[in-house]
């Protein structure tokens, strides 16, 4: 149901450089393929809610070559990303991926060739899972047939 990725650190000052909106655009023009318009807007405002999952997304292309789609990919305003979404899933997998209630797990990862791909939560410092999380990510887990993975983040304090 559940696969933990690893605890990676990061260091405080790139959480600094986030809020202070210097990295946002650093890393949306680095990584285009990961970060769109509406992904800046979401980091604009409160800007430190964000930097973990830009972060998550980062490690995963850096580390296994897969795309990701930051947080909001339910809503049907991300029109780019539930294109990809609609491509990718199954009906019944999207309609679970649309219900309200509860957010879907910050990043939806995927092979550039589309041909694989998994749900990923990413946690920062002091974050959890909490128990209706829990319970949609089994939901989604048992729609899909795959594991909801986990990657969590701490701070090294510089």
């Known amino acids: 149901m559940f696969k933990d990725i690893g605890t990676f650190m990061f260091h405080n000052s790139q959480r600094e450089e986030f809020k202070n909106g210097q990295l946002v655009y650093d890393w949306a023009d680095q990584y285009p393929q990961l970060f769109d318009d509406q992904d800046l807007q979401l980091a604009a405002h409160p800007k430190?809610?964000?930097f973990v999952e830009w972060l998550g997304a980062i490690h995963l292309?850096?580390?296994t070559?897969?795309?990701s789609l930051v947080e909001k990919y339910e809503f049907k305003r991300h029109k780019r990303k539930q294109k990809i979404l609609k491509e990718i899933v199954t009906v019944d997998v999207l309609s679970l991926i649309s219900r309200r209630g509860v957010q879907c797990p910050d990043l939806f990862v995927y092979a550039p060739d589309r041909t694989d791909w998994y749900f990923c939560e990413v946690k920062g410092p002091g974050d959890y899972l909490r128990?209706?999380?829990r319970e949609?990510?089994?939901e989604l887990s048992e729609a899909s047939g795959k594991k909801?993975?986990?990657l969590k983040f701490k701070a090294i304090r510089s």
């Open 148 to 150: 909801i993975c986990i």
């Open 48 to 50: 430190t809610a964000h």
């Open 136 to 138: 949609y990510f089994e």
């Open 65 to 67: 070559g897969y795309l």
């Open 131 to 133: 128990l209706v999380q």
């Open 61 to 63: 292309y850096k580390t």
